[in-house]
């Protein structure tokens, strides 16, 4: 049994934009790659959580931090054969007031904790998809505000170069998904469905010398 980890925020939970609940199993990324990868002895494990940042405290939800929380969430596993980690959309949030660089800095940090278990070429990163143009009003989600949309814009540019520079597989979101018109933040189903082909192509190859998956 190969053990694959997705480590994430909202939009690796399987946040509802319209309601706040959970999109069933074969509707989230997660889940529609989990059913895929069945025939091939593959388990995808889904560890997101809503509001989690790379690096940030988050003053009324406590437990968000993700490099606080991964290496604990990495010691339930014996043995993890690779891991796909998207976070950085909550980072984005006026009250942390971070540029593209400091969550950048963040994510790095994540990685150096994947890289202590996993070789660089077993880590798929992604950045987040961008923030829709008025996410920070009163009826959608007014913790961000109008940098919040242009600092989502800059970490495609950001984590492309981070994941060069580590050797990493990298793809960005932001060219599959777009948020939804609900929220302006959160996938849709069409989205969910986009981001699952994208990052089955890079867990084939990943995976192609451990079980001879092909995309």
């Known amino acids: 049994m190969k053990r694959i980890l997705c480590f994430g925020d909202s939009n690796t939970w399987g946040y509802i934009p319209e309601n706040g609940e959970r999109y069933p199993r074969n509707i989230r990324w997660t889940g529609i790659i989990s059913e895929r990868m069945k025939c091939y002895n593959v388990e ?22 993700g490099a606080l929380a991964l290496p604990g969430i990495l010691s339930q596993y014996t043995e993890i054969d690779g891991a796909v980690i998207m976070l950085g959309t909550n980072d984005c949030k006026s ?25 660089a070429d077993k880590i798929l990163l992604l950045s987040p998809i961008y923030l829709g143009e008025n996410v ?22 950001v984590y492309e170069h981070i994941a060069s520079g580590k050797h990493i597989r990298f793809i960005a979101a932001s060219d599959y998904a ?14 969910h469905a986009a981001i699952a082909n ?12 451990d079980i001879g998956l092909s995309a």
């Open 136 to 157: 920070w009003k009163e009826e959608y989600d007014p913790e961000f505000d109008q940098h919040s949309v242009k600092v989502s814009k800059e970490l495609k540019r």
């Open 178 to 191: 777009y948020p939804s018109n609900a929220d302006e933040e959160h996938f849709t189903p069409e989205g």
């Open 44 to 65: 995808i494990l889904e560890e997101g959580l809503c509001g989690r940042t790379t690096v940030f405290e988050d003053l009324y939800r406590p437990g968000r931090n």
């Open 95 to 119: 009250c942390y007031k971070a540029s593209a660089q400091e969550i950048g800095a963040g994510i790095e940090k994540c990685l150096d904790i994947l890289l202590q278990r996993l070789p």
């Open 198 to 209: 994208a990052v089955w192509e890079e867990l084939c190859k990943l995976l192609s010398d």
